[in-house]
């Protein structure tokens, strides 16, 4: 029953107590009292008295109703309800002091999902991967870079048992579960190689902190293979130079052996020499020293510097040199000198792997740019080598290499060279047929991405 039907119903039952009380005091007073007037009287008073307890019943219990229904709407989270502020005293009151709540409550909320939103926007900002577990063991929070690193996707809340089984981050968390702080320890997740940290969360819980090794770890294999192919490089050389420097101490040398081992050791140095300056060249070009000066240049008198140093050198190996430039592809918008460096290390190192056949310097239109390269009828390289010949010191036939005197940075300075500029590199080859290397190089005004 309603609180407005049970006032109603209460004033009524109160009208009827009094009447009938009043009939009782009466009957005794005087027992000529007519009981039928006296019950009529009465049904009137108690009718009238129901119907004015309805209508004065109203205005109390209205305000009631809306405290009760405003207060059941912010409970279930609806804060922008509020209640009126027409009733007077207590009850106008309780309505002011329910208003109150309901603004403070809502101020709260919103300070707390603005907190909300601040922490999610700085958990997902940074490089290192984040995950909250709670005293029952579920990840309630994890950032996307830890779901990267770990290859989680389910939502959370998820039990930290799909976390990898790695053992030095199952140890990392059960330390910090139990209230202790774990230090940094790596554990490898897959092919990643991870630091991991542990801390405990005040009443229960921990937090993981992990940091991407893999790119150190990475740096560190390439330049320990760095250290060792340069050494393994100029081990070779200098090998040759100390012996003949040792047999050319000999007096009773005969001058036409002295002659040739001074012509050997001078080879070497000249081979130590380009491989230095390769590696100087490199240096810059890796730490900004050097930048592209671009403008149009053309193909053709380029490809013909080139060629003409090595006529002699192919005309000894019966190789012919050529050149073919595409219709749409006679100027390019390159570093004139870059360029030539690029042609004329595709060029000798093409020369020095054909035997017979050509070796041709070409440009092509493609896209927004042009394709500058050299193809060969040479030996070719195989599919196991191409994606790997742009490294520096690779070599697909690192014996035939030293002997033809490449020094194995020719193809990783065309590489920066034509990346210096926003273009890309490109080889294809077939063993025994013959390999295309070339660079593009974009349009002026065209942007890569």
Known sequence: MTLHRRIAANTTLVVAVVVICAFTVLSLRNPTVPVGEFVLAAVLC???????????????????????????AIATGNLTRRPSLLAAGEVGDLADALRRLAEQSELQTEALRAEEVLLVALTE???????????????????????????????VPFSSDYLPRDRTLREALET???????????????DEYLSVTARPLAGGGAVLALYNLTPFRKLEAVRRDFVANVSHELRTPLTVISGFVETLTDPDLPADLRAQFLGMASVSVQRM????????????????????????????????????????????????????????????YVDATAVRQ?????????????????????????????????????SGIGAEHLSRIFERFYRADPSRSREAG?????????KHLTEAHGGRVRAESVSNSGTTI????????????
């Open 46 to 72: 108690i009718v009238v008295s129901a119907v004015a307890g309805a209508l004065l019943a109203r205005p109390v219990t209205r305000p009631i109703e809306e405290l009760r229904d405003a207060a059941r």
């Open 125 to 155: 900002s940074l490089n290192e991967g984040v995950i909250a577990v709670n005293a029952r063991q579920q990840v309630v929070r994890i950032n996307d870079t830890a779901r990267q690193l770990l290859r989680l996707k389910d939502a």
């Open 176 to 190: 910090a579960l139990e209230g202790d702080s774990a230090e940094p320890s790596e554990a490898r997740v897959d």
């Open 273 to 332: 020499q380009r491989i230095v300056d390769d590696l100087l060249d490199l240096s810059r070009i890796e730490s900004g020293g050097w930048l592209p000066n671009p403008h149009v240049i053309d193909v053709q008198s380029i490809a013909i510097e080139v060629i003409l140093p090595l006529q002699e050198v192919a005309v000894a190996k019966h190789v012919l040199l050529e050149i073919e430039i595409g219709a749409n592809a006679t100027d390019a």
């Open 342 to 378: 690029i042609l004329i290390n595709l060029t000798e190192n093409a020369l020095r792997h054909t035997t017979s056949g050509s070796v041709q310097i070409f440009s092509e239109q493609e896209e927004d740019g042009v394709w500058i390269g050299v193809r060969d009828t040479g």
């Open 406 to 414: 490449g020094t194995g940075l020719g193809l990783s300075i065309v």
């Open 438 to 449: 070339a660079a593009w190089f974009p349009n002026a005004g065209h942007t890569t991405n």
